[in-house]
């Protein structure tokens, strides 16, 4: 059965320490990894889609990388406003149909 | 603003009855994807629609069905609901690429 494993579940950082992310997947057919962010009670925002091992993808502080079998997010120099819950998310063949499979997520918390 | 509008924001109702809930892609998204998000469940696909036609299909149960009309919104039709449907229900529409932008979400309390 795919899988995304995403850890931590959760982690609470200071301002301006910067961490990492994980996103590990089990699937077969990728098509393509997405990270979003979640603010609580909002809709996932769209934050990078990676297609393929060895890609990198920036913003602002914001930096996604993908391997064969696992990506990671990292955050630099995080400030309180970067607060929510990380999702990761693949879309990989599954009887016929590209079908997105969610991680829980990562719920971040940032100190000022 | 992503763009997506679902309607409505709050819905409650009582077990056995049926609802409807509605989502307007952006403009020019072909396709309609919908999830359910519960806290013990997480983010979960129950089914895509792309330019009215149904596209892939995930977790959906044999209550649930939805559809896309021809001017592209889309609806999940909920139907004999149960305590246990109580989520919140995204729409994401997508230009056809993959990345998938979501609405605010319609979050029903089956009582």
């Known amino acids: 059965e795919d899988q995304v494993t995403q850890s931590p579940e959760a982690l609470r950082l200071q301002e301006g320490e910067s961490s990492s992310l994980n996103c590990s997947y089990t699937?077969?057919?990728?098509?393509?990894l997405f990270w979003y962010r979640q603010d609580p009670g909002k809709g996932p925002e769209f934050l990078f889609t990676?297609?393929?091992a060895g890609e990198e993808k920036e913003k602002e502080r914001l930096k996604a990388t993908l391997t064969k079998k696992e990506s990671f997010l990292h955050i630099t120099a995080p400030k309180p406003e970067d607060s929510a819950t990380y999702l990761c998310a693949v879309q990989a063949l599954s009887g016929g149909s590209y079908i997105p499979t969610f991680g829980r997520g990562t719920s971040l918390i940032v100190h000022p | 603003d992503s763009g997506v509008t679902q309607t409505p924001k709050h819905l409650i109702t009582a077990t056995g009855q049926r609802v409807t809930l509605r989502c307007s892609p952006r403009s020019g998204d072909l396709s309609v994807y919908w999830y359910q998000q519960s806290l013990d469940q997480g983010l979960q696909f129950l089914i895509q629609?792309?330019?009215?036609?149904?596209?892939a299909k995930g977790n959906i149960l044999e209550r649930f069905s939805a559809q896309q009309f021809p001017d592209l919104h889309s609806e999940l039709n909920l139907s004999s609901l149960e305590l246990g449907d109580s989520a919140l229900y995204f729409c994401?529409?997508?230009?056809?690429?993959?990345?998938?932008?979501f609405g605010q979400g319609t979050r029903l309390t089956v009582v």
């Open positions: 990676l297609y393929s």
């Open positions: 629609y792309y330019n009215g036609e149904e596209r």
């Open positions: 994401a529409s997508s230009p056809g690429t993959l990345e998938a932008f």
């Open positions: 699937v077969s057919g990728l098509r393509g």
